[in-house]
T-cell receptor, first 113, second 113 residues
């Protein structure tokens, strides 16, 4: 079993819909949680960065972390064709622990105009 | 430049040759990371630098892989006696300090013939 599990999709939704992406993990030492967006032949681009449990909102994006359930989510509101990309969740133990990021396999998302 | 810069963007070489991949982090970032992204394995951690020291080399897959960082800035990842299984995209990331968000370059796409 991988440390971080993510549904690879593909996921197709119509423009304007709300998108829900999620990951589960097994390592209770993870403290920092991130979502990256990756376009084809480009590097991952940081979308959201959260510490511990709770919600964080940035424009059309909301990240949720539930450490008790070892479950994180990313919601995209009013989805646009430009949101079509692969979304990667990532997590780390952070300062004093392990700095490396452990990634999910990524979910390929297509927004249909 | 404003972002993490990697060179070359593409590299094709014959099995058995040595290759050097370069990463120029965001100016002022003290932490630097190397990852590898392949179809079968997803995005995997290779090595982490804090300044010129590498406190975590746990992801290097074999002794054919080595990396160094000089002047607290540029890093080079070297793969000796390349094998076909080394074919992947090699990504570099940097962060302002440990525990801070990691920002990625667009990677070097390495193909071993």
């Amino acid at each position: 079993q991988k440390e971080v599990e993510q549904d690879p999709g593909p996921l197709s939704v119509p423009e304007g819909a709300i998108v829900s992406l999620n990951c589960t993990y097994s390592n209770s030492a993870f403290q920092y949680f991130m979502w990256y967006r990756q376009y084809s032949r480009k590097g991952p681009e940081l979308l959201m960065y959260t510490y511990s449990s709770g919600n964080k909102e940035d424009g059309r994006f909301t990240a949720q972390v539930d450490k008790s359930s070892k479950y994180i989510s990313l919601f995209i509101r009013d989805s646009q064709p430009s949101d079509s990309a692969t979304y990667l969740c990532a997590m780390s133990e952070g300062i004093g622990g392990n700095e490396k990021l452990t990634f999910g396999t990524g979910t390929r998302l297509t927004i249909i105009p | 430049g404003a972002g993490v810069s990697q060179s070359p963007s593409n590299k094709v070489t014959e099995k058995g040759k040595d290759v050097e991949l370069r990463c120029d982090p965001i100016s002022g970032h003290t932490a630097l990371y190397w990852y590898r992204q392949s179809l079968g394995q997803g995005l995997e951690f290779l090595i982490y630098f804090q300044g010129n020291s590498a406190p975590d080399k746990s992801g290097l897959p074999s002794d054919r892989f080595s990396a160094e960082r000089t002047g607290g800035s540029v890093s080079t990842l070297t793969i000796q006696r390349t094998q076909q299984e080394d074919s992947a995209v090699y990504l570099c990331a940097s962060s302002l300090n440990q525990g801070q968000p990691q920002h990625f370059g667009d990677g070097t796409r390495l193909s071993i013939l």
